[in-house]
């Protein structure tokens, strides 16, 4: 997605929409979930777009360094130029080099003195004017190294700042839609009602893998068995930290054999698989499966969020021997097991 393509997006985000007269909540929520799924997108490729300009630069200040350090050395040069040229001139007026042309023939005792007299005073002209002409070259070439210097160094500020604001504004609005379909899963998780799937136009499927981890980008919070105030007893999954809205992956074929709103796991869905596990995926703010649909590997089947019993956003992941509470494995030894390393 190129720049304008993402500043097409973030207008077309920002245009009025046409109230209808009765509006369908559940449409609305539904695109509520569209939006957060194509801002993250959005995010993505603003982030990159500004990770590469953030080295290019890089690249453009270590450039402006160079060139710095070249004035520097034109400086020296023209300051060495201009003191040349003036002991030129010092050395010209003490060797007669401003008498004018008839004092000299007045003066001079035969022609051939007049001549070598008449000789350095061309040479000396001649080393004045070359000394002059290269000063001036030098100043000249200075005054444009140093415009080109201060254009680079203003290109670069303009690029990066462009792009940290792209991003900015990007990341400002996911951060609202984040918010807005957390409300309107928490509604959901209060009714006790999950409303139907949300079909999000997702990425082509993955090939050669049979498994993958739930979330693509994360960061590992609590593990399994952990102890704390938070759990009744031990932690019986695996919680990956991402944002609101984040894409929730199927962690490999199987069946949706439950898609459930309320309780301690809030928005939730459980998965079987070959083999007979079970996997689950709590605390979401979006489901895009219903009950009784099968999955393949990474396949988008919600959207994180922070639901239920939740302290902030996050994937709660079981690996289970049955479908209920209570029987679950080491979702990080049992995906490693099948080629996943989180």
Not at 303 to 318: C, D, K, M
Request: glycine fraction near 10%; hydrophobic fraction near 40%; include cysteine.
């Amino acid at each position: 997605m190129t720049t304008l393509a993402v500043l097409s997006a973030l207008v077309a985000l920002v245009a009025p929409a046409v109230a209808s007269e009765a509006p369908d909540r559940s449409a609305e929520e539904a695109g509520t979930s569209a939006k957060v799924a194509r801002l993250y997108e959005e995010a993505a490729t603003a982030t990159q777009a500004y990770e590469k300009g953030r080295r290019a630069a890089d690249r453009q200040r270590a450039e402006a360094k160079r060139l710095g350090r070249l004035l520097e050395d034109q400086r020296r040069e023209v300051r060495m130029l201009r003191a040349d040229l003036g002991r030129i001139a010092r050395a010209q007026y003490r060797t007669g080099g401003g008498i004018p042309y008839t004092a000299q023939l007045l003066l001079a005792q035969n022609p051939d003195e007049l001549m070598r007299g008449q000789r350095a005073v061309w040479q000396a002209d001649l080393a004045v004017d070359n000394a002059i002409a290269k000063t001036r070259r030098a100043a000249l070439r200075l005054d444009a190294d140093e415009q080109k210097a201060k254009a680079a160094w203003h290109a670069l500020e303009k690029r990066t700042a462009g792009l940290a604001g792209l991003k900015r504004g990007i990341e400002k609005k996911l951060d609202e839609a984040r918010w807005t379909l957390q409300s309107e899963a928490d509604r959901q998780v209060t009714a006790g009602r999950c409303r139907g799937a949300v079909r999000l136009e997702e990425p082509p499927p993955i090939t050669g893998r049979k498994w993958v981890a739930p979330v693509e980008t994360y960061e590992l919070s609590a593990g399994f068995g952990g102890t704390g105030a938070r759990w009744a007893n031990r932690h019986t999954g695996q919680d990956f930290a991402v944002g609101i809205g984040a894409p929730v992956r199927a962690v490999g074929a199987g069946k949706v054999v439950r898609v459930k709103c309320g309780a301690g796991f809030g928005m939730e869905i459980l998965v079987r698989h070959k083999g007979g596990y079970y996997s689950q995926y709590a605390h979401l703010a979006a489901v895009t499966v219903d009950q009784g649909e099968r999955v393949r590997p990474g396949q988008w089947i919600g959207q994180a969020g922070t639901t239920g019993n939740s302290t902030g956003p996050h994937l709660h992941f079981e690996v289970r021997l049955t479908p209920q509470l209570g029987s679950g494995v080491d979702p990080v030894r049992w995906l490693a097991e099948r080629g996943v390393k989180l």
